[in-house]
């Protein structure tokens, strides 16, 4: 098919946000655990942040490394 230079540039941004977000995505599961579990018994807390761990981790790297 014949690409565009403005779907190149879309395509190009769209990939810039996609590694951002990947990068900032445990950072972000972290604040947004610290701010939602306020008061609550710290055991809520560390198995939201294991979730997150869970939800956030690059499996196709960690797979990949033990295969």
Same mark, same amino acid.
């Given at each position: 098919?014949v690409r565009?230079?403005?779907?190149d540039a879309?395509?190009?941004?769209?990939?810039?946000?996609?590694?951002?977000?990947?990068?900032a995505s445990?950072? +972000?599961?972290?604040?947004? #655990?610290? @701010?939602?579990?306020?008061?609550?018994? !710290?055991? %809520?807390? +560390?198995?939201?942040?294991? #979730?997150? @761990?869970?939800?956030?981790?690059?499996? !196709?790297? %960690?797979?990949?490394?033990?295969?």
């Open positions: 098919g565009s230079a403005s779907s879309l395509a190009e941004i769209m990939f810039q946000l996609g590694e951002f977000l990947a990068m445990p950072a +972000l599961w972290f604040v947004a #655990v610290f @701010l939602l579990t306020r008061g609550r018994k !710290p055991l %809520v807390r +560390l198995l939201w942040i294991l #979730v997150g @761990l869970v939800a956030v981790l690059p499996w !196709p790297f %960690v797979l990949g490394a033990w295969a």
